[in-house]
């Protein structure tokens, strides 16, 4: 086995063992909505659509939500949730 670099010398904060922070500027916050939901007006208008059809009892297509890991899935989801309630009252 090689030898293992003794973190105290990188000169990077550590969290422990050879376990080092870095600058990261990714930081997910599964489900958090963001300040402004960006380029999703599409697939809002998609979903308001589908509502409308179903609430006159038509068929609607299925809206299907699709992107990037940390593209805001999870946050379109919520927010077609709320649409969904905001007309059921």
Avoid: I, Y
Wanted: with cysteine; glycine share 10%.
């Amino acid at each position: 086995m090689g030898q293992v670099p003794d973190p105290a010398r990188s000169g990077l904060p550590t969290l422990g063992f050879c376990v080092q922070l870095r600058q990261n500027p990714f930081s997910p916050g599964a489900g958090l909505r963001p300040a402004v939901l960006v380029a999703r007006d599409g697939e809002l208008q998609d979903w308001s659509v589908a509502l409308q059809r179903l609430e006159n009892a038509r068929p609607a297509k299925s809206v299907v939500l699709h992107g990037l890991r940390d593209k805001g899935r999870t946050v379109m989801l919520g927010e077609c949730h709320l649409m969904a309630e905001e007309r059921d009252e």
